[in-house]
């Protein structure tokens, strides 16, 4: 699945629900469903500054793409990270650092979260252009 | 008067969030205004608009007036002996840095030692630390037990002869505990300590006579107890003020000024420097007064039933455990086994309920329950047993989404 069919099954998927508690339910489920995070890798550094609850991401560059794993203590921020993996995660540098993330406003997630977590989502996605700038 | 004729006199409860009616539990952070505080900010604004203590003219001595009057409705309400021995300032927050600062000027000097306790809001804590990092003064914080009441023989082992001050909360923001200030200042002035009594939620729920009291200061905001934000008192003793100096120079607050030096004004002008909140201040007037009609009709059904409700639940860590009823007010703090307090807070929400999650601005008593956060549902006069009972099935709800 190329960057842009990755996008579209997200905007497809939250577009099932009426309700933000289901599109929480659904987001509390990726949450769950989320690789374990490698405990060595739960530094300070790894922290993305910004966010009400703590959010841990970490990346690594192979064959000229980027994976990335995360973990959060709130499972909704954790849903949030694990949606936003799931499209990024694997591609190139270049497709994320050139991405401009308006899926993430189709969907209507940034409005609809609550101010702190908004930019929490904010500083999300911030973390993510930067791993990719500096690993191009 | 029923709680369908009070709800009414608050316009924000009517608001609907996300199509559903707002169930608004975050009143330790602000409570809502009613019409008549809405209706003398207008009215002051487009009757009675001028800078007050000034000028001769018409609209300056009616807005004086009703400042004034403000002044006076806040000293029966608190029931202070004198006019003079209340300040307006912006908020609780500039009440502890007024005394912090111009008490802290006059009588804390190197190796003194000002007490605060565990449960203290920041507002509480961070004054008196900038005072002991300027003064070189010590500070000390009394404990807290696990069921949230203060340790009053740690209080007790703490004041020496070099206490300047202690600095006590009459109700945590986070615990809801009624604080013993009484008690308290028994205790500190029998050692000749005077105190501040940190009111921001005891004035809402509890109410306060500083005589009967006896504290030396007593602060509190305007906007969580109905009137309009921007607006704060700080009640002090006329000894105390007397011997304070200004904390903000500028207009108003004077004598006499030339190159030479300048004479300060008395109490309450001498530590109300610049244009004051014309407009703000006489809001005290009608929300002192919905005060009064709320605590009237106020029952402790509400703190009854989510007490038990919360209580009885093994997921939840209530904290802040009451020792009987009467030692609490309707603030509930907890954590939820496996679910994050942002969590829960975020699908409340989602289902019209306003609670706040994080550490509520103090730190120190997350760090003492070993939390990064807790959950809090913060109720008013005006909330019903309708509101607690859906809060309670709501909270349940959220919880079997995340655990």
């Known amino acids: ?136 | 008067m029923d709680k369908g004729k009070i709800r009414r006199m608050f316009p924000a409860l009517g608001v609907k969030v996300y199509g559903r009616d707002l169930v608004y539990l975050d009143n330790a952070a602000t409570s809502q205004r009613p019409q008549s505080v809405v209706d003398k900010w207008v009215q002051m604004s487009t009757e009675t608009n001028a800078n007050i203590h000034r000028a001769v003219h018409a609209l300056s001595v009616k807005a004086t007036e009703e400042y004034e009057a403000a002044r006076e409705a806040v000293r029966e309400f608190i029931g202070a002996a004198d006019r003079s021995e209340v300040i307006f300032t912006s908020g609780t927050t500039a009440s502890i840095n007024l005394v912090a600062f111009s008490f802290g000027e006059r009588f804390v000097g190197e190796g003194d030692e000002i007490v605060v306790t565990e449960e203290e809001h920041h507002s509480n804590i961070v004054p008196w630390q900038m005072l002991c990092s300027r003064k070189k003064a010590v500070l000390k914080v009394v404990k807290v037990t696990d069921d949230g009441y203060l340790d009053l023989k740690h209080l007790e082992s703490l004041l020496s002869e070099r206490t300047k001050i202690v600095a006590v909360a009459h109700v945590s923001n986070v615990l809801g505990i009624v604080n013993p200030v009484k008690d308290i200042i028994g205790i500190c002035h029998a050692k000749g300590v005077p105190v501040l009594v940190d009111g921001a939620q005891g004035i809402v729920h509890c109410g306060v006579n500083v005589q009967d009291l006896d504290c030396d200061f007593y602060a509190f905001s305007g906007h969580k107890i109905y009137a309009a934000t921007g607006t704060g008192v700080l009640y002090g003793k006329k000894k105390w003020l007397d011997e304070m100096p200004p904390y903000m120079g500028g207009g108003e607050m004077i004598e006499t000024v030339t190159f030479e030096g300048t004479t300060y004004a008395k109490s309450p002008q001498k530590f109300e420097a610049g244009t004051q909140n014309i407009a703000g201040a006489p809001t005290l007037i009608p929300a002192l007064e919905t005060a009064r009609i709320l605590k009237e009709t106020e029952d402790d059904s509400v703190l009854k039933y989510v007490l038990d409700a919360l209580m009885k639940d093994g997921r939840i860590s209530l904290y802040g455990v009451p020792r009987g009823t009467k030692d609490k007010v309707p603030v509930f703090s907890f954590s939820v086994n496996g679910a994050h307090h942002e969590d829960l807070a975020l699908i409340l929400d989602k289902m019209g309920i306003a609670v706040r999650s994080g550490q509520m601005c103090a730190e120190p008593l997350m760090d003492r329950f070993g939390v990064t956060g807790m959950l809090r549902a913060s109720f008013a006069p005006y909330n019903t047993l309708e509101e607690a009972r859906y809060f309670v099935k709501s909270l349940d709800r959220a919880i079997n989404m995340l655990v």
């Open chain 1, 1 to 136: 699945m190329d960057l842009q069919e990755a996008k579209d099954k997200v905007v497809e998927d939250f577009s099932m629900f009426d309700e933000w508690l289901d599109k929480y339910e659904y987001l509390i489920g990726l949450g769950k469903e989320l690789e374990e995070y490698p405990e060595e890798a739960r530094t300070e550094d790894r922290l993305i500054k910004g966010c009400q609850s703590r959010v841990w991401l970490d990346s690594e560059k192979r064959e000229g793409r980027l994976f990335f794993k995360a973990d959060s203590d709130a499972i909704i921020t954790k849903g949030i990270i694990s949606l936003l993996i799931s499209v990024y995660s694997g591609r190139t540098p270049e497709e994320i650092a050139g991405d401009d993330f308006a899926f993430l406003d189709e969907i209507g997630l940034k409005e609809n979260l609550s101010p702190t977590r908004a930019g929490g989502l904010v500083s999300m996605i911030e973390t993510l252009k930067r791993t990719a700038e500096e690993a191009r």
